[in-house]
């Protein structure tokens, strides 16, 4: 089994940054993908950012690109989602999640192991 603890979300302006962290612990993820989703009130879970094991290989919603930036520190075990410009629609519980797949992914199903959820709120 695999642990997934986020943190970093709180309340921000328009405009303002945070950085989402992921903490991974348990069983090791040799050579997998991790990615973050999000949530928005009555809204369905949506794909945001993924990163390779090497960190080499990103992928990004188009409503984040340009914007988030996603990076890993395998010795660490964390992934990071630095969240810049951010705007109300950004408002959402953001998940990190973690595949044993090595290969990039959109779809929550490809995904194998969730935490448990940190709140983002973006005031205008």
């Known amino acids: 089994q695999v642990q997934l603890v986020e943190s970093g979300g709180g309340l921000v302006q328009a405009g303002g940054s945070l950085r989402l962290s992921c903490a991974a612990s348990g069983r090791t993820l040799s050579s997998g993908v991790m990615g973050w989703f999000r949530q928005a009130p009555g809204k369905e879970r949506e794909f945001v950012a993924a990163?390779?094991?090497?960190?080499?290989?990103?992928d990004y919603a188009d409503s984040v690109k340009g914007r988030f930036t996603i990076s890993r520190d395998n010795a660490k075990n964390t992934v990071y989602l630095q969240m810049n410009s951010l705007e109300p629609e950004d408002t959402a519980v953001y998940y990190c999640a973690a595949a044993l797949s090595s290969l990039i992914a959109r779809k929550a199903y490809e995904y194998d192991y969730w935490g448990q959820g940190t709140q983002v709120t973006v005031s205008s």
């Open positions: 990163i390779s094991w090497s960190g080499t290989i990103t």
